[in-house]
């Protein structure tokens, strides 16, 4: 085994695990970093995307040593570290960011479980300064599949962001 | 290891104030989403995502012919088999039957017995690890005999339910009428899809029992199948729901299988199993939409009146009985549309096929029988040269009307409104008009499709295509009296409000309505209501989160047990509950009202004649859609929808209007690209990469129209919104391809082979029909 070098969430990580094995493999089961989901296997589905350098990818076709010395953005490292949030009757320690918070204010979240990788889709249309319109905003996420929402909530919750979010710093991209 | 959940610089954090909600006004607002912030955080605990220390993996052997004799199962001497667990169904403590609606569908099938369908399950495994569990998989040989194999619904002799309704005189009204019209419509299997696979992690438990952690609609369906296929207690069984990613119905009823062959596992390993599929067993194996075939001869007047209908469906089961008498209940009494006919004839069955079971899936039987209504009526208006919109207009229910089994419409009937408020909407007669200018001019010019000489102006047609469709809410029959649901209200001695159902969140947001109902019931914020998790040790049996019952039935029972323990606390303390709960609840500790279903007044139905009230409220859809045709390819862009559905009393607009989005969508890969082929009784396109869904760039933009015709005899007036959307989509689509090109597709889906051959007027070049499979090659 080689031992791989790469930032998830601008954390460092050091890993001794096959080069074959799949990123997303290792953020779920390695690094406990079960936000990420798989809906296929065969990147069919986009649920497992993850932000490599900044780029959205399917993380089950992506071998682990192909990400040495990159960095891993995952919806867990989306939210800023805050207080919680009231007015959804339920406490967490968790608080939202801009992306997050327009899925929740729109519907765009239902199941849930295409949602993290929607977001990191989603969020890397905005860091590239992706604009309001309707069509490249669904080009953006064409590789992403829901089947609750008929993507409407969804694409209005990019847009929402896009329109007021000037230049939010990548969260997965180089310091 | 390094925390990797946090970012270091600061973002922005959402803070929403407390009390933006009023209380005693949740209904009709729109609080957020109560497991929002968990799901779009990645910290909401899906079933592959729970943590078992020491937990196995299972998996499934199965079989591969459509009808064997199971002869043997042979394991390679090469092979440690004291390194996994074996199961077969020599195995089963219990009955070896997944327990539902008949007693046909083995858990395993027996060494000896008779293999019904491809992908059926054979035998078990369960390992320590993925490698040994992929090597003892290869040691594992099947062997089997096989036998002849049916896979025409039509030709099969095995019938699993039939039904016939009947009203006035058929025969003499179509001998009476001015026109009369036929056709037939055929339409496939459709997967349901969820984006999160079938899962399930079965716990021994140290009284012998197991508890069952999963990816479920129905836990005491599983409840129930576990005590009969183990041999266990009411609480030696107990099922937790995991967080779920979606269901549609896919998740009803073959969880209760996944969770019989974990549970197996777990028993004999003595430690956690987890059986997660992937998604190819999830579509080889699980249960799919009924194909069915409906055929219709209509009389009608010259002046567009319904006055006989003769209609037959034939639904294809699959190999086993699972839900489908009542899926083809709910096809046969929507079958008509929602249309007065005062001579109806309505036949149905359904038969055994040796294919996949069929199974649940949103809207249970009336989209393929309303697709069938929907596209001949469009026809007949056709054929008598009226607008579609017009021809509704004149036969669409109305208050004092009676249906095909005797019910007479006495409340909430807006088929009319929700027709008038899509059409005008969507400018349906004026798009219409414009497309019947430009269907004439192609024509006119002797430009053909395909042809070299047409422009590219001319290359796309758009059309636009109007549907109706009603949807009973809750259980067909005498179906809710039957379960008689129990809804509980807990107020704790540490004064906190509880719901106890379980009614399972998988989406749709029962999490947030539940809390807002009891919340204004009790004059409470929306915040101080709390919801159990759907635990079986805990929670009451309130039916299954199925038939678009759950804000309908449960959230009314929700209500009354709300107003009971309000009128309770009350009582005793002299004060408003919100006022006084706490403190009554420290003086009196815990309280529980259990509210349990009591029928609707002056609802009934008769189960022997299928006469009465078959739903003690329907909702009323109505969908124009507008598409462009690609005349070269036979490709379909579905540009734009307008849904209007009544769905009673809104209870979470946002919520609401998600469903219908969702359901719409599900309906136009219904209607255009999504199809099961079959050859030799097996699904040939059992992958995502071949089973097609629409993605955001197939979507249409999605215009919904709520409109809310109120149930009376329940407190808040709501009668679902689930399954609605997912009738009308279809029909829809299909009649605006026959705008924009002149032909009716008769078959779903309307693919491009479909299309072109239907412009051409020859038979499709794909031999199959919807549903069929092809021989085996050998």
Same mark, same amino acid.
């Given at each position: 085994?080689?031992?791989?070098?790469?930032?998830?969430?601008?954390?460092?990580?050091?890993?001794?695990?096959?080069?074959?094995?799949?990123?997303?493999?290792?953020?779920?089961?390695?690094?406990?970093?079960?936000?990420?989901?798989?809906?296929?296997?065969?990147?069919?589905?986009?649920?497992?995307?993850?932000?490599?350098?900044?780029?959205?990818?399917?993380?089950?076709?992506? @071998?682990?040593?192909?990400?040495?010395?990159?960095?891993?953005?995952?919806?867990?490292?989306?939210?800023?570290?805050?207080?919680?949030?009231?007015?959804?009757?339920?406490?967490?320690?968790?608080?939202?960011? @801009?992306?997050?918070?327009?899925?929740?204010?729109?519907?765009?979240?239902?199941?849930?479980?295409?949602?993290?990788?929607?977001?990191?889709?989603?969020?890397?249309?905005?860091?590239?300064?992706?604009?309001?319109?309707?069509?490249?905003?669904?080009? #953006?996420?064409?590789?992403?599949?829901?089947?609750?929402?008929?993507?409407?909530?969804?694409?209005?919750?990019?847009?929402?962001?896009?329109?007021?979010?000037?230049?939010?710093?990548?969260?997965?991209?180089?310091? | 290891?390094?925390?990797?959940?946090?970012?270091?610089?600061?973002?922005?954090?959402?803070?929403?104030?407390?009390?933006?909600?009023?209380?005693?006004?949740?209904?009709?607002?729109?609080?957020?989403?109560?497991?929002? @912030?968990?799901?779009?955080? $990645?910290?909401?605990?899906?079933?592959?995502?729970?943590?078992?220390?020491?937990?196995?993996?299972?998996?499934?052997?199965?079989?591969?012919?459509?009808?064997?004799?199971?002869?043997?199962?042979?394991?390679?001497?090469?092979?440690?088999?004291?390194?996994?667990?074996?199961?077969?169904?020599?195995?089963?403590?219990?009955?070896?039957?997944?327990?539902?609606?008949?007693?046909?569908?083995?858990?395993?099938?027996?060494?000896?017995?008779?293999?019904?369908?491809?992908?059926?399950?054979?035998?078990?495994?369960?390992?320590?690890?993925?490698?040994?569990?992929? #090597?003892?998989?290869?040691?594992?040989?099947?062997?089997?005999?096989?036998?002849?194999?049916?896979?025409?619904?039509?030709?099969?002799?095995?019938?699993?339910?039939?039904?016939?309704?009947?009203?006035?005189?058929?025969?003499?009204?179509?001998?009476?009428?001015?026109?009369?019209?036929?056709?037939?419509?055929?339409?496939?299997?459709?997967?349901?899809?969820?984006?999160?696979?079938?899962?399930?992690?079965?716990?021994?438990?140290?009284?012998?029992?197991?508890?069952?952690?999963?990816?479920?609609?129905?836990?005491?369906?599983?409840?129930?199948?576990?005590?009969?296929?183990?041999?266990?207690?009411?609480?030696?069984?107990?099922?937790?729901?995991?967080?779920?990613?979606?269901?549609?119905?896919?998740?009803?009823?073959?969880?209760?299988?996944?969770?019989?062959?974990? #549970?197996?596992?777990?028993?004999? /390993?003595?430690?956690?199993?987890?059986?997660?599929?992937?998604?190819?067993?999830?579509?080889?194996?699980?249960?799919?939409?009924?194909?069915?075939?409906?055929?219709?001869?209509? $009389?009608?007047?010259?002046?567009?009146?319904?006055?006989?209908?003769?209609?037959?469906?034939?639904?294809?089961?699959? /190999?086993?009985?699972?839900?489908?008498?009542?899926?083809?209940?709910?096809?046969?009494?929507?079958?008509?549309?929602?249309?007065?006919?005062?001579?109806?004839?309505?036949?149905?069955?359904?038969?055994?096929?040796?294919?996949?079971?069929?199974?649940?899936?949103?809207?249970?039987?009336?989209?393929?029988?309303?697709?069938?209504?929907?596209?001949?009526?469009?026809?007949?208006?056709? /054929?008598?040269?009226?607008?579609?919109?017009?021809?509704?207009?004149?036969?669409?229910?109305?208050?004092?009307?009676?249906? @095909?089994?005797?019910?007479?419409?006495?409340?909430?009937? /807006?088929?009319?409104?929700?027709?008038?408020?899509?059409?005008?909407?969507?400018?349906?007669?004026?798009?219409? &008009?414009?497309?019947?200018?430009?269907?004439?001019?192609?024509?006119?010019?002797?430009?053909?499709?395909?042809?070299?000489?047409?422009?590219?102006?001319?290359?796309?047609?758009?059309?636009?295509?109007?549907?109706?469709?009603?949807?009973?809410?809750?259980?067909? &029959?005498?179906?809710?009296?039957?379960?008689?649901?129990?809804?509980?209200?807990?107020?704790?001695?540490?004064?906190?409000?509880?719901?106890?159902?379980?009614?399972?969140?998988?989406?749709? &947001?029962?999490?947030?309505?539940?809390?807002?109902?009891?919340?204004?019931?009790?004059?409470?914020?929306?915040?101080?209501?709390?919801?159990?998790?759907?635990?079986?040790?805990?929670?009451?049996?309130?039916?299954?989160?199925?038939?678009?019952?759950?804000?309908?039935?449960?959230?009314?029972?929700?209500?009354?047990?709300?107003?009971?323990?309000?009128?309770?606390?009350?009582?005793?303390?002299?004060?408003?509950?919100?006022a006084t709960y706490r403190e009554y609840a420290r003086s009196n500790g815990t309280v529980r009202i259990d509210q349990r279903f009591e029928p609707y007044p002056g609802v009934g139905f008769d189960d022997v004649t299928y006469r009465g009230d078959a739903y003690p409220a329907?909702?009323?859809?109505?969908?124009?859609? #507008?598409?462009?045709?690609?005349?070269?390819?036979?490709?379909?862009?579905?540009?734009?929808?307008?849904?209007?559905?009544?769905?009673?009393?809104?209870?979470?607009?946002?919520?609401?209007?998600?469903?219908?989005?969702?359901?719409?969508?599900?309906?136009?890969?219904?209607?255009?690209?999504?199809?099961?082929?079959?050859?030799?009784?097996?699904?040939?396109?059992?992958?995502?990469?071949?089973?097609?869904?629409?993605?955001?760039?197939?979507?249409?933009?999605?215009?919904?129209?709520?409109?809310?015709?109120?149930?009376?005899?329940?407190?808040?007036?709501?009668?679902?919104?689930?399954?609605?959307?997912?009738?009308?989509?279809?029909?829809?689509?299909?009649?605006?391809?026959?705008?924009?090109?002149?032909?009716?597709?008769?078959?779903?889906?309307?693919?491009?082979?479909?299309?072109?051959?239907?412009?051409?007027?020859?038979?499709?070049?794909?031999?199959?029909?919807?549903?069929?499979?092809?021989?085996?090659?050998?």
């Amino acid at each position: 085994m080689t031992t791989y070098h790469f930032t998830v969430n601008r954390t460092p990580v050091e890993l001794d695990v096959p080069g074959m094995r799949r990123l997303l493999d290792v953020l779920r089961e390695d690094l406990a970093l079960t936000g990420t989901k798989e809906g296929c296997g065969e990147g069919e589905c986009g649920a497992c995307t993850v932000l490599l350098d900044g780029a959205p990818v399917d993380s089950c076709l992506v @071998p682990i040593c192909q990400v040495d010395g990159a960095s891993v953005a995952t919806v867990e490292g989306l939210a800023p570290a805050a207080a919680g949030i009231a007015g959804v009757g339920v406490s967490t320690a968790t608080a939202l960011g @801009p992306l997050q918070t327009a899925f929740l204010e729109t519907g765009g979240a239902q199941c849930g479980i295409c949602t993290p990788g929607m977001l990191m889709a989603g969020q890397a249309y905005i860091d590239a300064g992706g604009g309001l319109d309707d069509a490249a905003i669904r080009d #953006a996420i064409a590789g992403n599949l829901c089947r609750c929402t008929g993507y409407t909530k969804i694409v209005e919750a990019i847009a929402r962001t896009a329109g007021t979010v000037a230049a939010d710093p990548r969260p997965g991209g180089p310091s | 290891m390094p925390d990797l959940t946090t970012r270091t610089e600061p973002a922005r954090a959402l803070v929403i104030e407390p009390g933006t909600i009023t209380p005693g006004r949740a209904r009709g607002a729109a609080p957020f989403r109560r497991e929002g @912030p968990d799901k779009l955080t $990645g910290t909401a605990k899906y079933t592959d995502d729970l943590v078992f220390p020491g937990a196995w993996f299972g998996s499934t052997i199965r079989s591969t012919d459509a009808h064997a004799r199971f002869a043997g199962l042979d394991l390679d001497d090469g092979f440690d088999w004291s390194t996994v667990i074996v199961v077969t169904a020599a195995d089963i403590p219990g009955e070896n039957v997944v327990s539902l609606i008949k007693a046909d569908q083995p858990i395993l099938v027996a060494i000896g017995g008779e293999i019904q369908h491809h992908a059926e399950p054979l035998a078990l495994l369960a390992a320590p690890d993925r490698a040994t569990l992929r #090597a003892a998989r290869a040691a594992v040989h099947v062997r089997t005999e096989p036998l002849p194999a049916v896979f025409d619904p039509l030709a099969s002799d095995h019938v699993f339910a039939a039904y016939e309704l009947a009203s006035g005189d058929p025969d003499a009204a179509f001998a009476a009428a001015d026109v009369v019209l036929e056709g037939e419509y055929r339409v496939g299997h459709q997967e349901q899809l969820y984006i999160e696979n079938n899962a399930m992690i079965a716990v021994p438990s140290a009284d012998g029992g197991v508890t069952i952690h999963g990816s479920l609609q129905c836990p005491y369906y599983i409840h129930a199948a576990l005590k009969t296929g183990l041999g266990l207690d009411d609480r030696q069984a107990r099922v937790v729901q995991a967080e779920t990613g979606g269901g549609f119905g896919g998740k009803e009823e073959y969880p209760s299988m996944i969770a019989l062959h974990a #549970a197996l596992l777990a028993g004999k /390993a003595k430690r956690p199993v987890r059986m997660i599929y992937d998604r190819h067993e999830d579509l080889a194996a699980t249960t799919k939409r009924h194909p069915a075939i409906v055929r219709h001869r209509t $009389g009608v007047t010259r002046d567009g009146r319904l006055i006989a209908q003769d209609i037959e469906v034939v639904m294809d089961g699959g /190999a086993y009985c699972t839900l489908t008498p009542v899926v083809l209940s709910r096809g046969a009494i929507h079958a008509g549309g929602p249309y007065r006919c005062p001579n109806v004839r309505i036949r149905a069955r359904a038969t055994r096929t040796n294919t996949p079971p069929n199974g649940a899936f949103r809207g249970f039987g009336a989209p393929q029988t309303e697709f069938a209504a929907e596209t001949h009526l469009n026809r007949i208006a056709e /054929a008598l040269e009226l607008s579609p919109l017009e021809i509704r207009r004149r036969n669409v229910y109305q208050v004092g009307d009676t249906t @095909p089994t005797g019910q007479v419409l006495r409340t909430s009937v /807006a088929g009319e409104e929700v027709l008038e408020r899509a059409a005008e909407a969507a400018e349906f007669e004026r798009l219409r &008009g414009r497309h019947d200018a430009a269907r004439a001019q192609r024509s006119g010019s002797g430009t053909v499709p395909g042809s070299p000489l047409r422009t590219g102006r001319e290359r796309v047609a758009s059309g636009v295509g109007l549907a109706l469709a009603w949807h009973g809410a809750g259980f067909t &029959g005498s179906g809710e009296v039957r379960l008689a649901s129990v809804a509980s209200l807990e107020l704790t001695g540490e004064g906190e409000i509880s719901i106890l159902t379980a009614s399972t969140e998988m989406g749709q &947001g029962t999490k947030t309505i539940f809390p807002q109902l009891v919340a204004d019931a009790l004059g409470v914020s929306y915040e101080a209501v709390q919801i159990a998790p759907q635990d079986t040790a805990f929670v009451p049996d309130s039916g299954p989160t199925v038939a678009s019952r759950t804000a309908m039935v449960v959230g009314g029972l929700l209500i009354k047990a709300a107003q009971r323990l309000r009128t309770q606390v009350e009582a005793a303390t002299g004060g408003t509950f919100a006022a006084t709960y706490r403190e009554y609840a420290r003086s009196n500790g815990t309280v529980r009202i259990d509210q349990r279903f009591e029928p609707y007044p002056g609802v009934g139905f008769d189960d022997v004649t299928y006469r009465g009230d078959a739903y003690p409220a329907f909702g009323w859809a109505a969908c124009v859609a #507008a598409v462009d045709v690609d005349l070269d390819t036979g490709e379909v862009h579905v540009r734009d929808i307008v849904a209007a559905d009544d769905i009673g009393r809104v209870i979470h607009p946002v919520l609401a209007e998600g469903q219908v989005e969702g359901g719409t969508l599900q309906a136009v890969g219904y209607a255009t690209i999504e199809e099961i082929k079959l050859r030799d009784g097996r699904y040939l396109n059992d992958r995502l990469a071949t089973y097609i869904i629409p993605t955001s760039l197939d979507a249409p933009r999605i215009t919904t129209i709520l409109v809310e015709a109120p149930f009376d005899a329940v407190p808040h007036g709501a009668k679902g919104v689930g399954e609605l959307p997912m009738d009308v989509g279809a029909p829809a689509v299909v009649a605006a391809i026959a705008d924009a090109t002149g032909a009716w597709i008769t078959d779903l889906p309307a693919s491009p082979e479909r299309i072109l051959a239907a412009i051409a007027g020859v038979p499709a070049v794909a031999p199959l029909r919807p549903g069929a499979s092809e021989p085996a090659r050998r």
